[in-house]
Antibody, heavy 119, light 107 residues
Framework: QVQLLESGPGLVKPSETLSLTCTVSGVSIDNYYFNWIRQPAGKGLEWIGRFYGSGRTTYNPSLKSRVTISVDSSKRQISLRLTSVTAADTAMYYC?????????????WGQGTLVTVSS | SFVLTQPPSVSVAPGTTARITCGGTNIGSDSVHWYQQKPGQAPVLVMYYDTDRPSGIPERFSGSNSGNTATLTISRVEDGDEADYYCQAWGTSDDPVFGGGTKLTVL
């Protein structure tokens, strides 16, 4: 059974770096793409970026200067780093699996982890 | 960037049909996917590649996509269908885009 489990600090101070981890079980990381998606409270979904194998990543242009996504295959973990955070980065952060087909979809999602940016 | 427009809300009575639209320039040439999100839960895929239903999704859910509008149709709406629904597509870039979401209320 495929499971994605996000983890990380629930509170981050403004201007600091947000670091989250998504631990994958039930499937090989090498056979899929993995994405980070966030959702501020009461608002819609925003795609952050994707890791799609062999060290390749793509990011939302609006966040690209602050985002890094990396993978540790041995630990089955996908990591998200977001630097210089502000209150606007307060959101639920989801890890989601993307099927490797053209213009694909997200078939499995983690339960999400809430991050609050506040001093 | 590609913009997907959804109505903020749709309200229907139980047993009737709900149609949730997703508008975008020439979206009919793209592939559209739909997610259902209930309060406090992660999104769940309910339709992919316009018309395909994942296993476990009732046949009451169907999709279409043509011209500038994709539509998720829910027949014989039940109380349990009350949720937020999001469309997702790609446009001409390699980045996925989500619509703003539609809150389905079952009266």
């Amino acid at each position: 059974q495929v499971q994605l489990l996000e983890s990380g600090p629930g509170l981050v101070k403004p201007s600091e770096t947000l670091s989250l981890t998504c631990t994958v079980s039930g499937v090989s990381i090498d056979n899929y793409y993995f994405n980070w998606i966030r959702q501020p409270a009461g608002k819609g979904l925003e795609w952050i970026g994707r890791f799609y194998g062999s060290g390749r990543t793509t990011y939302n242009p609006s966040l690209k200067s602050r985002v890094t996504i990396s993978v540790d295959s041995s630990k089955r973990q996908i990591s998200l780093r977001l630097t210089s955070v502000t209150a606007a980065d307060t959101a639920m952060y989801y890890c989601a699996r993307e099927v490797i087909t053209f213009h694909s979809y997200f078939d499995y999602w983690g339960q999400g982890t809430l991050v609050t940016v506040s001093s | 960037s590609f913009v997907l427009t959804q109505p903020p809300s749709v309200s229907v009575a139980p047993g009737t049909t709900a149609r949730i639209t997703c508008g975008g320039t020439n979206i009919g040439s793209d592939s559209v996917h739909w997610y259902q999100q209930k309060p406090g839960q992660a999104p769940v895929l309910v339709m992919y590649y316009d018309t395909d239903r994942p296993s476990g999704i009732p046949e009451r859910f169907s999709g279409s996509n043509s011209g500038n509008t994709a539509t998720l149709t829910i027949s014989r709406v039940e109380d349990g269908d009350e949720a937020d629904y999001y469309c997702q597509a790609w446009g001409t870039s390699d980045d996925p885009v989500f619509g703003g979401g539609t809150k389905l209320t079952v009266l």
